[in-house]
C-alpha cells in the first residue's frame, strides 16, 4: 500500500507520466460512465438514417455515422471495448509469459532454451502478422481478438524476466539465499519476482498502448469485434468510404485511439524514471 | 621565496543542486599558484577538490553547478568575466591543460591515440598564432587541417612521446587506446598536456588508478617535465605521500574549505590546523598506531556554521560555531584558516581530556 | 521458425481446400485435390517436403491464384523494399541528428517539442495516420496521389525500384510521379520508425556524454562541434545500430498495414490478403521472406557494429 503511495506522489512530481496517468483514469471513467455520459447511450445499436453523416456541432458533438448514430456516444461505449481488450490480453499474457520467463531463467536447461527460441520466434515475425493469421482462422470476433494478442503477446515478457532472472541469478543476496537451502519456489517467488516487478510493470504499461493499438489495426482490417459493436479501429475502416466529405467520422476514432496509447505510454516512460533510477531523466550530477 | 602569482582563485563559491537543495561544494575558496610551482591540493574525497580544479578549467557540469561568486585570474585577467567562448579557443587546452584521474576512461575507445592527440594539435598547437587562427570560418567539424601545419604539429607530437618515454612513438599513434597499458596510457595523458606549451597543467589525481610501482615513475617523470619547462601544476591528491613526493607547496581542503597552506616542508613539519594535524596522524608510521579522525564528513548542503571542522575538532570553542576563521599568515607562503591554530610543536597548550594525541 | 510457423498455419482450423474446390465440390473432389495438394498426408511429412522443396527454391503454389509462390513474391518484392528503404533511410537520416540535438540541449524546449512528436510516433495508429494524410494531402489539397505507385505504365527496368529505374531510364516526369507516391506511404511508415530512432539515439548520447572522455575533451577545448558530432555520435551510435533488428520489425509490421491502406503492390499487402484467402503457401512465402529479412538484418548490424567500432575487428 505505501509502496503504491509512494508511486502515485512520485508521479504526481513527473508532470508528463501525471498526465498519462490523468489520460488512463479519464477512460476509465469514459468507460464505465459511459451509459450516463452519452447523449444518445441508445445510438450503439439503433439507426437513424434521416440523421446520416451530420457535422459535429449542434446535438451531435462529434457528428454522424453512416447510420446516423452519434459519434460521440459511440466512442464512449468503445472504451469499454478498449479497456476489455487491453485488460484481458495484457492480463493472458502476464500470466503466461512471467512463469516461463522465471523458470527458463532459473533452471537454464534445454527446455528452457527450447522456450526462449519459440519466443524469439514469435517475436521475429510481426506480432501484426501472427495476430492477423490467429484471428482470421479462428473467425472474426471481439474474444478471438483478445485471444490472437494473448497468444502473440507473452514473448515479450517471457524475454524480459528471463533476462532479469538470468543477472539476478548472479547477485550475491540470491546466490545466499540459495546456499542457505531456500526452495528453488521460495527464491523465485521471494527473492527474484520481487526484484523483476518493476520492468514488469513498466512493461505492462506500455504493453497496454501497444496492445490496444495492435487492437485497432485487427478491427480497421476487419478482424475485431462485428458490427454494430462500437469499435474505434472498425469505425475508421467504415468512414473511408465517405472521405473527403465526412472528415469527422475518421478523425474522431483515431483521436480517441491515439489519446489512450499516449497515455499508457507517457505512464510507462514515467514509471521507467521512477523505478529504474539508473536511466533517470534528471540532470542532477555528482560534484 | 613566494614566486609572482600565475593564478588565484579568491572567495570561489559554487553550489551543486541535488535532490535536497543545494550543495555548497566550494565556500569562498581561495588558492594561488605561483609561476612554475607546483601545488598540491590535498583533501578527502568530495572536500572539493575536484571540483575547484573543474571551476578552474571552466568544466563544471552545468545546469547542475552554480558559481555563486569569486573570481578566477589568470595572467592578471578573470577568467569567470570572459567570453566563454575565447576562453575555449584561447586558453583551454592550450594555456590550461588537463590530466585526468581515469587514464582507462579518458581516451575515446573508438579512435586511434593519433587521431585523438592530432585532434588537438588541430585546435590547440602552439604553431596557431604564427599562421594565424581561422577558427570561426567553418563549422567546427569540417574544419580543414593546413598541410605545413599538420606536418610540423605531427613532429612536435612524436618528440613529446619521446620525452615521455614512450617506446615507438610512431606506430602508437596507430594504435586503439585498449592497446596500451594503463601505465603507458597516462604518459601519453602527460605527453597530451605538454603538446600546447601550457602555463599551467591541471592534473586530477593523475596517478590515483595507477599501480603503485608505477606511480612513482609517472610522479618523477611529471615533475622532471614541469620543472624542465617551467609550467605550473595543481596537483590535487587524496594521498599525502604523493603529494609529498612531487609539490612545492600544499592546499588542504575540507568540505568545501581550505584551511592551510604552507610548502610542503612546513605542510609536513609545522602543521598548524587542527585539521591537517589529525590528517598526518593518520598517516601509518612506526612510532605510533594510526590515528583516525572521529566523526563524520559533513553534509555540504546544510553544512555546519562557522569553521566547518569543528564538530570533529577537539580544540572548538564558541567561537569556532559561530565565525569562519579569518586566514592567519604564519609564514611567507604559509597560512591557515583557525581560530585556535597550532603554533608550535613544542609549546602545545592544553591537552583537555585528550590521551591519544601524538 | 518456419518449422513453428508451418504447425500454427496447419493446425489451425480452417480448410483451405474446400474453399479452393469452392461450393459446389462432393466429398470426392476436396479429397482428391487434397490428395493433389499433398494435405492429406501426415503434418511431418508435409513440413519434411516443404523443407525439401524449400532448399530447391520451390515455395510451392498460391492456392488462391495458381501461381507459384516464388513469382508472386518476386513481382511484390521491388514495391516493398523500395518503401521499406525510403523509410528505413527517411527514419535514420532525420531521426540521429534530431536524437542528438535533443541530447544535447537536454530539457529545453526542443527537446520537450520534440518528446512530444517521438511519444505520438508510438501512439498513434499507423492506418489512421495513413488515412489522415490522404484526406489532407490528397483529398483535400491535392498535393500527392491517392495511392498506387505510379500512374499509368510502371516503368521498363531491371531493379523494379521504379524510382531507380526511372532515373536510369532518364524519365525525370516518371521519376517525379513516383516520388509523389511514394511520399505519403513512406511518411507513414517511417513515423513510428523516427520515433524509436530519435528515442534511441537521445538515450545514447546521453549515456555517452557523462563519460570521462568526453569530459576530458571538454577540459581540452575541443571544440563542441567536434566533440558531439565526432566522438560522442559514434559512441552513440553502437547502440543505435543495435536498435536496427527493432526497427526493421517496426517496419516490416507497418508494411502489412500500410500497404493495405496505399493500395501498394507489396508483400505486405499480398500477406494480407492470403490471410484472409487462409493461402497456406502465400502465407509461408511471407514467412519465409520475413526469416530472409532477420537474417539479412542481423548481418547488417554485425557490419555496421564492425565500421563503428574499430575494436571488434582489431583484437
Excluded at chain 1, 515479450?156 to 541469478?169: D, G, I, N, P
Excluded at chain 1, 519476482?193 to 493499438?213: H, K, Y
Excluded at chain 1, 480497421?220 to 479501429?233: D, H, K, M, N
Aim: hydrophobic residues 45%; glycine residues 8%.
Amino acid at each position: 500500500m505505501s509502496t503504491a503511495l509512494f508511486l502515485l506522489r512520485k508521479l504526481m512530481q513527473d508532470r508528463s507520466a501525471f498526465l498519462g496517468f490523468l489520460l488512463i483514469l479519464g477512460l476509465v471513467l469514459c468507460a464505465i460512465f459511459a451509459p450516463y455520459l452519452a447523449p444518445f447511450p441508445d445510438d450503439v445499436w439503433d439507426l437513424h438514417p434521416t440523421n446520416r453523416l451530420m457535422p459535429p456541432g449542434g446535438e451531435h458533438y462529434l457528428g454522424t455515422d453512416r447510420m446516423g448514430s452519434d459519434i460521440y456516444s459511440r466512442l464512449l461505449f468503445g472504451a469499454r471495448i478498449t479497456i476489455v481488450i487491453g485488460v484481458v490480453a495484457v492480463g493472458v499474457s502476464l500470466l503466461i509469459g512471467v512463469p516461463i520467463g522465471l523458470l527458463a531463467g532459473y533452471y537454464h536447461n534445454w527446455f528452457s532454451d527450447l522456450l526462449m527460441r519459440v519466443s524469439d520466434i514469435f517475436l521475429a515475425v510481426p506480432q501484426i502478422v501472427l495476430a492477423i493469421a490467429i484471428a482470421q482462422t479462428l473467425g472474426p470476433s471481439l474474444n478471438n481478438v483478445i485471444l490472437a494478442l494473448s497468444l502473440t503477446y507473452w514473448p515479450w515478457f517471457t524475454r524480459l524476466v528471463y533476462a532479469e532472472t538470468r543477472s539476478l541469478l548472479n547477485e550475491i543476496f540470491i546466490e545466499s539465499a540459495i546456499a542457505l537451502g531456500a526452495s528453488p519456489f521460495r527464491v523465485i517467488v521471494f527473492h527474484i519476482l520481487p526484484n523483476v516487478a518493476s520492468p514488469i510493470i513498466v512493461r505492462t504499461s506500455i504493453g497496454m498502448g501497444f496492445t490496444i493499438l495492435t487492437a485497432a489495426t485487427l478491427g480497421f482490417l476487419g478482424l475485431g469485434a462485428q458490427p454494430p459493436a462500437p469499435e474505434w479501429g472498425r469505425m475508421i475502416s467504415e468512414s473511408r468510404e465517405f472521405l473527403p466529405d465526412a472528415w469527422w467520422y475518421a478523425l474522431a476514432p483515431g483521436m480517441a485511439i491515439f489519446v489512450v496509447v499516449m497515455g499508457f505510454n507517457l505512464l510507462g516512460d514515467g514509471l521507467r524514471d521512477i523505478l529504474d533510477p539508473k536511466i533517470r531523466r534528471s540532470s542532477h550530477a555528482k560534484p | 621565496m613566494p614566486s609572482p602569482d600565475l593564478l588565484t582563485v579568491s572567495d570561489l563559491e559554487v553550489g551543486f543542486a541535488t535532490e535536497n537543495g543545494t550543495a555548497k561544494v566550494l565556500d569562498r575558496v581561495n588558492l594561488r599558484i605561483g609561476q612554475g610551482q607546483v601545488v598540491g591540493l590535498v583533501g578527502e574525497s568530495g572536500c572539493g577538490k575536484t571540483t575547484l580544479a573543474r571551476a578552474i578549467l571552466g568544466v563544471l557540469p552545468m545546469p547542475a553547478a552554480h558559481i555563486g561568486g569569486g573570481r578566477i585570474v589568470f595572467h592578471g585577467e578573470d577568467l569567470l568575466q570572459q567570453d566563454p567562448d575565447t576562453v575555449n579557443r584561447l586558453i583551454r587546452g592550450r594555456k590550461i591543460t588537463f590530466i585526468p584521474q581515469d587514464p582507462y576512461g579518458s581516451f575515446n575507445p573508438l579512435f586511434s591515440v593519433g587521431d585523438q592527440i592530432m585532434q588537438l594539435m588541430k585546435w590547440n598547437s602552439p604553431l596557431l598564432e604564427e599562421s594565424g587562427d581561422k577558427r570561426s570560418a567553418w563549422p567546427a567539424l569540417f574544419q580543414p587541417y593546413p598541410r605545413a601545419r599538420y606536418r610540423a604539429d605531427r613532429e612536435k607530437v612524436l618528440e613529446v612521446l619521446r620525452q615521455v618515454q614512450l617506446p615507438q612513438p610512431e606506430q602508437a599513434l596507430k594504435k586503439l587506446p585498449h592497446e596500451f597499458s594503463g601505465g603507458q596510457r597516462q604518459r601519453l595523458m602527460i605527453a597530451m598536456a605538454l603538446l600546447s606549451d601550457p602555463d599551467l597543467i591541471i592534473a586530477d589525481e593523475p596517478t590515483t588508478a595507477l599501480d603503485v610501482t608505477i606511480q612513482a615513475q609517472i610522479l618523477r617523470l611529471l615533475r622532471q617535465l614541469v620543472k624542465d619547462r617551467g609550467i605550473s601544476v595543481l596537483f590535487t591528491t587524496h594521498d599525502l605521500g604523493t603529494a609529498y613526493e612531487i609539490c612545492d607547496s600544499i592546499t588542504v581542503m575540507y568540505a568545501g574549505q581550505e584551511m592551510e597552506s604552507a610548502s610542503t616542508e612546513a605542510f609536513f613539519g609545522r602543521p598548524s590546523h587542527r585539521y591537517t594535524n589529525r590528517l598526518l596522524e593518520s598517516l601509518p608510521s612506526p612510532d605510533r598506531d594510526i590515528q583516525g579522525i572521529g566523526g563524520d564528513v559533513p553534509s555540504l548542503v546544510d553544512p555546519p556554521g562557522g569553521c566547518r571542522f569543528h564538530p570533529r575538532c577537539d580544540y572548538a570553542t564558541e567561537e569556532c560555531r559561530q565565525a569562519r576563521p579569518d586566514t592567519e599568515t604564519l609564514d611567507d607562503d604559509h597560512w591557515v584558516r583557525c581560530h585556535h591554530p597550532k603554533r608550535d610543536a613544542s609549546a602545545e597548550p592544553h591537552f583537555a581530556g585528550q590521551d591519544n594525541v601524538g | 521458425m518456419i518449422a513453428v510457423v508451418f504447425v500454427i498455419s496447419h493446425i489451425i482450423p480452417a480448410d483451405p481446400v474446400a474453399l479452393v474446390a469452392g461450393e459446389t465440390a462432393t466429398q470426392e473432389q476436396i479429397e482428391a485435390l487434397r490428395a493433389k495438394l499433398g494435405f492429406d498426408k501426415p503434418l511431418h511429412v508435409q513440413l519434411f517436403n516443404y523443407y525439401a522443396n524449400l532448399l530447391r527454391g520451390d515455395l510451392g503454389v498460391s492456392l488462391y491464384t495458381a501461381r507459384p509462390i516464388t513469382q508472386d513474391l518476386a513481382t511484390r518484392l521491388p514495391a516493398t523494399i523500395e518503401l521499406t528503404l525510403a523509410a528505413m533511410l527517411l527514419s535514420i537520416v532525420v531521426g540521429i541528428p534530431l536524437g542528438v540535438l535533443s541530447a544535447v540541449h537536454r530539457n529545453s524546449v526542443f527537446d520537450h517539442s520534440l518528446r512530444i512528436v517521438t511519444v505520438s510516433g508510438l501512439a498513434i495508429a499507423s492506418f489512421w495516420l495513413g488515412i489522415m494524410l490522404q484526406l489532407l494531402f490528397s483529398m483535400k489539397l491535392g498535393w500527392t496521389p491517392l495511392n498506387g505507385r505510379i500512374d499509368g505504365f510502371p516503368p521498363r527496368g531491371g531493379t523494379g525500384l521504379f524510382l531507380v529505374d526511372t532515373l536510369v531510364a532518364g524519365n525525370f516526369k516518371g521519376f517525379w510521379n513516383a516520388l509523389e507516391h511514394l511520399a505519403l506511404p513512406t511518411i507513414t511508415l517511417a513515423f513510428p520508425a523516427l520515433a524509436t530512432v530519435v528515442r534511441f539515439t537521445r538515450a545514447g548520447v546521453l549515456d555517452v556524454i557523462q563519460s570521462a572522455f568526453v569530459q576530458y575533451e571538454r577540459a581540452m577545448g575541443l571544440p563542441s562541434g567536434v566533440i558531439v558530432w565526432k566522438y560522442i555520435l559514434r559512441n552513440a551510435l553502437i547502440s543505435t545500430v543495435t536498435q536496427i533488428g527493432l526497427l526493421f520489425g517496426i517496419l516490416l509490421a507497418g508494411t502489412v498495414v500500410i500497404e493495405t491502406v496505399f493500395d501498394w503492390p507489396g508483400i505486405g499487402n499480398y500477406a494480407f490478403g492470403s490471410i484472409l484467402q487462409s493461402d497456406y503457401n502465400a502465407i509461408m512465402g511471407f514467412t519465409v521472406w520475413a526469416g530472409v529479412m532477420f537474417i539479412l538484418v542481423n548481418l547488417l548490424v554485425d557490419i555496421l557494429h564492425s565500421l563503428i567500432d574499430p575494436r571488434e575487428t582489431r583484437s
